[in-house]
């Protein structure tokens, strides 16, 4: 491969390759921190390069390899974590000024877990404030490499940009209405949330704790699977992690996906979404139905309510998760976030309670859904690659969040694992998506179809002219 290729590789074949030596760790991670230092300073996707820790670990991964010490296909590869996953004794912001200088003492058992499969942690990946949905004024966000008008994605924002730009093989986000798939889709990655408690938040800050999920940003479903692998399973440290074994991931990818039971929904698929991506989606169900899927008509519950309710739900238990900053510390807030944590501290035990029954009801329906189906096959979002201006105008609209929130809050609410798969470009050149969602702790069977959809197309080996 030629060295100005490398940047581009897939996790999984960069991977081998150092498994068999044909690159060493060592190399490959200066030459990311070179590629870095040469390319972030137009995009920030970087909130903290670590570039020191990089190399130590990228000469501990090459002295094992040679040795035959081999960890799993994330040994020696160069990652990047979204900035609120906990580093010992490396600041962890979490796109915050109230927590600009805050150095954990501890690892987030994700974090923790990439180490012990042997990655190397390039470093901390720009956010917006709280994980909410804008950068604190004092940020400057990071920028599309696809196009600088065009909109990043939030609050995985970095996550997005890095793993697009050639500027980290992987990185982590997380997803409480849509901040893994968003950024993923806007900027032509494959990105998973996977189901809420198949992967420790232990050491990873709250936005709302019930809706957050972590998960993997790579260039393929593949790769996701390599570092859900990692990452996944039980946690003495979080309770909520449930303990169900963890597949490998990779190993049962290449299974035919006949047979499959896919669900779609035209009028779910349709309300308010615009052409292009109306067409991806009728695209996309081809190309599976061309691979032996049964494509099934059904009927989505309807969405509408929950996504009324979300910015309620998540700002209760954000107002409760950054009770001991504010209002003490108010004055380091940034406007989205603090209006967020104001409406929470609003709202009654009634009004949560009641918020609960709305999301309980809801999430019985979307599993019902599932008896009769094994995926449900969806847009990414409303609009094909909208514009930063489009977003400003939607988030002026009174009813913009429930368009923006219609094919991802849902799916948070029920806590249902989620694939983002490129699936195309506009005729301007900008990339669009669409989304596998599954049954709760059914990765490996969304992971296969996803994988099973790139091996028939080539959109996720696109890549941005820099």
Known sequence: M?????????????????????????EVTEAMLRRIEAKDGKFRSYALVTAELALKQA?????EIVRGRHRGPLHGVPVALKDLCYTRGIVTAAGTKVHRNFKPRFDATVTGRLAEAGAVLLGKLRMTEGAFSEHHPEVAPPLNPWGRAQWTGVSSSGSGVATAAGLCFASLGSDTGGSIRFPSAANAVTGLKPTWGRVSRYGVFDLAPSLDHVGPMCRSAADCAAVLGAIAGADGEDPTAVPLPVP??????????????????????????DAAMRRTVTDA???????????????????????????????IECATAHAATYPKRQDDYGPALAALIEHGRSLSAMDYQRLLETRRAFSGRVAALF????????????????????????????????????????????????LTLPSGFTAAGMPIAVQLVGRHFEEDVVL??????????????RHPRL
């Open 2 to 26: 030629a060295a100005r290729n490398l940047h581009y590789l897939e996790l999984t074949d960069l991977g081998r390759q150092l498994r068999s030596k044909a690159l060493s760790p060592v």
């Open 59 to 63: 000469k501990k991964a090459e002295v």
């Open 248 to 273: 490998n991931y990779l190993a049962g990818l290449e299974r035919p996906i006949r047979g499959l039971r896919i669900g779609v929904d035209p009028d779910y698929n349709a309300k308010g979404v």
């Open 285 to 315: 169900e081809a190309v599976l139905r061309g691979l032996g899927a049964e494509v099934r008509r059904v009927r989505f519950p309807d969405p509408s309510q929950v996504t009324r309710e979300w910015v309620s739900h998540c700002a």
């Open 371 to 418: 008896q009769d189906i094994d995926l449900l096959l969806i847009p990414a979002m409303w609009h094909a690659a909208p514009t930063n201006d489009e977003i400003a105008a939607l988030r002026r609209d009174p009813d913009g969040r429930q368009l923006l929130l219609r094919f991802s809050a849902p799916f948070d609410y029920s806590g249902s694992p989620a």
């Open 448 to 461: 296969r179809a996803g994988h099973a959809f790139q091996r028939q197309t080539d959109w996720h080996r």
